[in-house]
């Protein structure tokens, strides 16, 4: 038995606030204060680099709608069963089996998936506006933890990506999901992200110049991919098919991450070095 006034009794209301008939979900306002956070971000770090304000813009476009589809592409199983939930991929709402639609916002999100939409969303915007392709890289991948960090604490708000049982005095018990503690997973990357981008900000403020190396971009995903390798060993598993492996899928996914992000940081540069 677990004395639950030893731990923190987690059930906040999925909804934040509602205008008439619509609900907004605090994952929603989680996930669109991140992605405001790193739109300002970026856009003063063009201003600092002396970028004309009409490329800006533009990327945010980008991102927004490739990072969309192809983040909630990682639950393909539902997403892609039905036109109706191909079109839920862009609209955020969800259509009933009866008919009729009801509005939920913005859910269902994988993180990896999310990533490499990232990814595919940059080049795009790259071609389309010719700028350096490592320069762009770089700056989106200064704010990225700062919305990386929003995004997990709507994660919190909404008692998903639970850690496993523990007796630690920081234990959640997340009453929606069962009355036992556990770790506070989205919290713990929640926190992480948040230091990984004072770490970033730091280093760009005293080294510049490195932005355009592909350092920042290395650096951002060797933290963030790094950490979620480690942390998983907090959480439960996600789907039953991981447990009898010995590293579950999340980690495996971390790993090609953790790669390019070491040769980013390192292997460029001293391709730099040597083609100088």
């Not at 089996?97 to 790259?126: C, D, K, N």
């Not at 700062?146 to 994660?155: D, V």
Request: glycine share 8%; proline share 5%.
């Amino acid at each position: 038995m677990f004395n639950s006034l030893l731990y923190i009794v987690w059930d906040p209301s999925i909804v934040a606030f509602k205008l008439g008939p619509l609900s907004v979900r605090w994952y929603a306002l989680c996930w669109m204060a991140g992605l405001i956070a790193a739109y300002f971000i970026v856009k003063r770090l063009y201003k600092q680099q002396r970028i004309k304000d009409e490329l800006f813009d533009p990327l945010f476009i980008y991102c927004f709608v490739v990072i969309l589809a192809v983040a909630r592409l990682g639950h393909p199983q539902y997403f892609l069963s039905s036109w109706q939930h191909v079109a839920e991929i862009i609209l955020p709402v969800r259509f009933l089996p009866e008919g009729g639609w009801r509005f939920i916002g913005y859910e269902g999100f994988a993180s990896h998936g999310g990533t490499l939409g990232l990814m595919l969303a940059l080049y795009l915007y790259v071609k389309k506006t010719r700028l350096n392709l490592w320069t762009v890289l770089d700056d989106i991948a200064i704010a990225t933890p700062i919305a990386a960090c929003f995004i997990r604490l709507g994660n919190l708000m909404n008692s998903e990506i639970i850690g496993k049982v523990t007796n630690v005095p920081w234990a959640f018990i997340f009453e929606r999901v069962d009355h036992v503690p556990r770790h506070p997973g989205q919290l713990y990357e929640a926190l992480a992200y948040a230091l990984f981008f004072i770490v970033g900000l730091i280093i760009y403020r005293r080294q510049p110049q490195k932005v355009g190396t592909g350092f920042f971009f290395g650096l951002c995903l060797t933290l963030i991919f790094t950490f979620r390798f480690f942390i998983e060993y907090t959480k439960d598993i996600q789907v039953a098919f991981e447990s009898g492996m010995p590293i579950n899928m999340g980690q495996i996914l971390s790993i090609p991450f953790i790669i390019l992000g070491l040769y980013c940081m390192r292997g460029r540069k001293k391709a730099e070095t040597h083609g100088h």
